[in-house]
């Protein structure tokens, strides 16, 4: 094959030759790179964060007994990663305890593994949002448990305890930084890598500690506004916001602001 040749993107593969920098690997990472190469893109996965137990699994595990044993009204997942623990520790979820999911993403990835999901924020795909929802629909009060990554800000369990919830908010992982490749560091520091995805506050925070020099051409993609601020603050300069907190729309912006080729522009 021709190293050479140059892929010309086209009304249905708009990505077409373009390199796009996955953040996180595993399934995840898996369906994101099939979303990009259906649209022409070349996914380079190179998982930026990764996930670890708890420090203190006593607690994790006797407050997953206790969800087992019917004793929460509501479960509340705010990320995704949190699903792969439930899935790993084989929990049980009882029909009678409801669960909110933060986003589609999570709701998603909670019933891949064939849970069920009772609540996805119809407007703000935030702890916040999903907070507010809940007060909205229980007036009485409500064993409530969180689970959590150790870094989160306690603003679901805040204001649920605000609105007279019981709740017991529970570290369910920590993040962890992944040092890449040489290759991979290289790649996007001559500019190889067209694109780059950061999913979370903590990818921005990986991206600006392991690339310190990104050529200007690089699109930097967020994935929805609260992830664009994560990462301003990270020091990242954000190119492309995805309207919705979705692995899709991420993925739509990135193919809508990179199109066409600045040296194909038509006259």
Known sequence: MNEGHRHTPTPD???????????RGGPWGDGVAASLRQRGAVPVIAPLIN???????????????????????????????????????????????KVAAVGET??????????????????????QGMAEQM???????????????????PV?????????????SVVAYRTVGVPVTDKIATDVHSGRINAILVTSGSVAEQVVEQFPEIPASTVIAAIGPRTAKDAKRAGLTVDVVAER??????????ARFTLPPESETPA
């Open 106 to 127: 999570t709701a998603a990835a909670m019933q891949a593994v064939g849970y069920h999901v009772d609540l996805v924020p119809e407007r703000d795909n935030s702890a």
């Open 245 to 254: 907190q979705t692995v899709d729309s991420l993925i739509d912006a990135v």
């Open 156 to 168: 679901l369990t805040r204001l649920l305890i605000e609105a007279g919830h019981r709740v017991r």
């Open 135 to 153: 007060i909205d629909l229980e007036c009485e009060p409500r064993n409530v448990l969180t689970l959590r990554s150790e870094i989160a800000k």
């Open 51 to 97: 996930f670890a137990p708890t420090n203190d699994q006593a607690t994790l595990e006797q407050a997953l007994a206790d969800l087992a044993d019917g004793a929460f009204d509501w479960l509340t997942l705010t990320s995704a990663t949190t699903v792969d623990v439930l899935y790993a520790y084989r929990a049980v979820i009882p029909a009678t305890t």
């Open 13 to 23: 593969k708009p990505l077409a030759g373009r390199r796009v920098l996955v953040p």
